[in-house]
């Protein structure tokens, strides 16, 4: 039986990780990339760990055989048919008995795939004890109040060869009581360390990184004390975006593409609720109230913006060490254009050009 370490995965040209775990295992943390191929259902796992507890190792080992035996023939094919994309990397929870066994037969059917030593576990325990090590020793950081298009900036960037984490992605939030909305319920602590590596992994070779300015939760993750340090001691660019711009740009993410939804309205009447709660002037609540009554959201981000949000905004950046370059842009694309201008003078070039 072929055996990889976690350490060693990187030596494959193209491995195709094939995690047989439940899909609840799967979903509550994952190998980015990996392809989910359950060797049981979360009934049938719950069902085998029951009788493990209750009777005993033989007997469950019993009841796993007469559950998956039926399954092997279409099992087998569906991970025969990520074969021709690479190296069949398999892995369970902890590298034991369902990773043993699928492997196993794998190689009877003469497909033959690597087994991932101590699996999932030893994945997760890998990138944990990495990610401080591999923090750029420079950061990058954007500023800017909500609705200047820090995100969006940070996509240009990246897409024109800069390093860049967008820990918002990461997160599966935007990191506002809104940040959610049209993203899902977002991503668990264990599902943004392992996004976090990755990003980190793709940016070896700079020894820099542009980064949003973010508090250390986001959503329900936590970044990790290193990464927080190496931020707040970085290069500060503060973007300046006229309020009209910022409005349409926050309509544009947050409303248009969401509001027919019958999810919507009820998910933005909840949010508003929590920051009702923080405003203290009551004609502006009134004012927040009816225009959520009336479904006019393009006319409630202004008062947000205005009276929530900015206020909040001097206060956050108090924790930065180093000044703060202002730049001035009239949208998105202005601002990547002015910021390129300033690294290039500070010489900091996109991955390919490092110097």
């Not at 469950?60 to 994309?85: G, T």
């Not at 990191?175 to 049209?182: C, D």
């Amino acid at each position: 039986m072929k055996e990889i370490t976690v350490e060693q995965l990187d030596t494959l040209t193209n491995p195709i990780i094939i995690d047989i775990r439940a899909p609840i295992e799967y979903k509550d943390g994952a190998i980015p990339g990996a392809v989910n191929v359950p060797l049981f259902t979360n009934e049938e796992r719950q069902e085998v760990g029951t009788i493990y507890k209750q009777v005993g190792q033989a007997a469950a080992k019993w009841r796993a055989m007469e559950i998956v035996s039926p399954k092997i023939p279409s099992m087998l094919q569906k991970i025969k048919s990520y074969s021709e994309q690479g190296e069949l990397v398999i892995h369970c929870w902890r590298g034991g008995m369902r990773s043993k066994a699928v492997v196993t037969f794998l190689e009877f059917a003469g497909i033959y795939a690597w087994r991932l030593i101590g699996g999932y576990k030893a994945y997760r325990h890998f990138i944990l004890e990495k990610i401080p090590s591999i923090i750029p020793d420079k950061a990058v950081v954007l500023h800017g109040m909500t609705g200047v298009g820090k995100t969006e900036i940070l996509k240009i960037l990246k897409n024109k060869g800069y390093p860049v984490l967008d820990l918002e992605a990461m997160a599966g939030h935007r990191g506002s009581i809104f940040g959610t909305v049209g993203l899902g319920e977002g991503h668990n602590q264990k599902t943004f360390d392992a996004l976090l590596y990755k990003g980190l992994d793709d940016l070896q070779g700079s020894d820099y990184f542009l980064v949003e300015a973010e508090s250390k939760r986001i959503g329900k993750a936590v970044q990790p004390e290193k990464l927080m340090d190496v931020k707040f001691q970085g290069m500060n660019l503060f973007l300046h975006t006229p309020l009209q711009q910022r409005v349409r740009h926050l309509v544009s993410e947050y409303v248009i593409p969401f509001e027919m939804e019958s999810w919507y309205h009820p998910q933005i009447s909840l949010a508003t609720e929590r920051v009702l709660k923080r405003i203290k002037n009551k004609d502006i609540r009134d004012q927040l109230s009816r225009a959520l009554e009336e479904r006019n959201y393009e006319a409630m981000i202004p008062l947000l913006l205005e009276h929530y949000y900015d206020p909040r905004y001097d206060y956050a950046r108090m924790e930065y060490e180093r000044e703060f370059i202002d730049i001035y842009a009239d949208n998105p694309g202005d601002a990547v254009e002015k910021i390129i201008l300033k690294l290039e003078e500070l010489s900091y070039y996109p991955i390919l050009q490092s110097k």
